[in-house]
């Protein structure tokens, strides 16, 4: 059994069976008072973020989480199949459990996979993919520096604004955490 | 970091001027005391001597010896000093912490409400933080008015319930207090007086300044009456007692000494480190201090 002393950024317990992770915490005693831990707490399976104020050294159930890499490999009906890359164990996680992210996901991409009592919750991707684009309006040469935009749709459907000689074709850099585009790839 | 040090020195040294003009003297008084105060939110530092005796606690703030003081005598006194709490950390709270504390003989809480306004008001002329909004005075709210119009609650439905009022209070009106500029709050309900004395009107004599949501300092017009102190601490005893809290023991010195003549009088206990972080407009306490627990 944790307490609310063992609360940081990071931490995950379980409130009403489900498992939410510690966002922002902060320690309140109104003077002569009882003492508090205010957190903001990120609700793991729907990811809807909330604040709860805690008793301080109110017990706390911790959730049982692990976080496993794995390797994307395909489709299958409205869910995305991985592998474990050490046991070599397959786990299917649906479209809306990824959300965004299966946007980041081609054949061989390792993520971090969350399971919550040993089932597939949702997934985070590498910080960086590089994706080919496959559709946008043709490039402007010569037009490396301008601050203007198009946007551009890249080859799992994701839709991101690009600088203006970015062509159909090219390969780019993609920030995972923001969905923006950061470089092209050379070669 | 040396420009951190350079700001706290010159925060002590304000201070110092401060109280040296209003004719203070600067007093010092022991860390490790009989009994580190009652009051049932507070958790303190044991203190053990070489084969395991004890001979103390860390004073959680120098309150009791400052009184005595003023018992044997003492007009006006002010110290900054460490003061320990056992189990308080966060953002605006360190275990090991740095307290100014002041007293006024023959005064009532009015008087350091005044002092608390012009203190923090010079510091901040002497730090070269130009701070309009810290120039006196300062808004007034009774802890009633406070809930009222933060909660939408009556201190009255609260009473009962002292859990959900420090809830209520840690949540809904804390965090909006003082927002633009420094609050000071009165008229706490009696159970909660600690070692204040009661106003006519029944209420605490009480009262604690707030800057942008943050507890500056706690004040009290004193408790005078002996009785009526060993009264409080043997409920605060009896609580600790049956919370499953350490039961520290009554300082029948002081209790004494408030018993001998303790001159009506007026005490702040503010918080440097906070004012300081306050000042700045720095994230945290620890953002302000040379050395927090954590980077020891």
Request: aromatic share 8%; glycine share 8%; with cysteine.
């Amino acid at each position: 059994m944790a307490d609310t002393s063992d609360i940081k950024k990071g931490f995950k317990m379980l409130l009403d069976g489900v498992p939410f992770a510690v966002v922002d915490h902060q320690f309140v005693k109104p003077g002569k008072g009882q003492a508090f831990i205010r957190t903001r707490i990120k609700n793991m399976m729907t990811g809807a973020v909330i604040d709860r104020t805690f008793k301080s050294g109110e017990k706390l159930d911790k959730a049982d989480t692990e976080e496993r890499t794995m390797q994307y490999l395909y489709p299958e009906g409205d869910t995305r199949v991985f592998m474990d890359t050490k046991s070599y164990e397959q786990m299917a996680l649906t479209n809306e459990q990824l959300g965004e992210n299966v946007h980041y996901l081609l054949d061989g991409t390792e993520v971090d996979v969350m399971l919550f009592e040993g089932r597939p919750i949702g997934v985070t991707p590498p910080t960086f993919v590089e994706l080919l684009v496959t559709e946008t309006e043709p490039g402007f040469k010569g037009d490396t520096s301008s601050n203007t935009t198009k946007p551009a749709t890249l080859e799992t459907g994701l839709q991101v604004n690009v600088p203006l000689f970015v062509n159909t074709g090219d390969r780019l850099k993609v920030d995972t955490r923001t969905s923006s585009y950061v470089e092209r790839v050379k070669g | 970091m040396v420009q951190v040090l350079e700001l706290r020195a010159a925060l002590l040294s304000a201070i110092r001027h401060f109280f040296a003009d209003r004719d203070f003297i600067e007093v010092e008084t022991p860390a490790i005391v009989p009994s580190p105060g009652l009051d049932v939110h507070l958790s303190a530092f044991e203190v053990r001597d070489p084969r395991g005796e004890r001979v103390g606690w860390l004073a959680t703030s120098p309150e009791y010896q400052m009184k005595r003081l003023l018992s044997a005598g003492a007009q006006r006194i002010f110290q900054v000093c460490r003061s320990y709490r056992g189990e308080e950390r966060g953002r605006h709270h360190e275990r090991e912490f740095t307290m100014l504390e002041w007293y006024r003989a023959d005064a009532t809480s009015d008087a350091l409400i005044g002092d608390t306004e012009e203190l923090v008001a010079f510091v901040a002329d002497s730090l070269d933080q130009p701070a309009p909004e810290v120039q006196p005075p300062w808004q007034r709210m009774t802890v009633d008015e406070a809930l009222q119009f933060h909660a939408h609650l009556t201190l009255a439905s609260l009473l009962d319930d002292e859990e959900r009022f420090f809830r209520v209070w840690a949540e809904e009106v804390q965090p909006r207090l003082g927002n633009e500029r420094p609050i000071v709050v009165t008229d706490w309900p009696a159970s909660m007086a600690s070692l204040a004395k009661l106003k006519p009107n029944g209420m605490a004599d009480r009262f604690e300044a707030f800057f942008r949501g943050v507890e500056l300092c706690n004040g009290f017009g004193e408790l005078t009456d002996a009785t009526e102190q060993r009264r409080r601490f043997e409920r605060d005893q009896a609580e600790r007692q049956a919370g499953g809290l350490p039961v520290y023991p009554i300082d029948e010195r002081f209790l004494a000494d408030l018993g001998r003549g303790m001159p009506e009088s007026g005490g702040n206990a503010l918080g440097v480190d906070r004012l300081l972080m306050l000042l700045l407009g720095a994230a945290s306490i620890q953002a302000v201090m040379p050395f927090p627990e954590e980077q020891l």
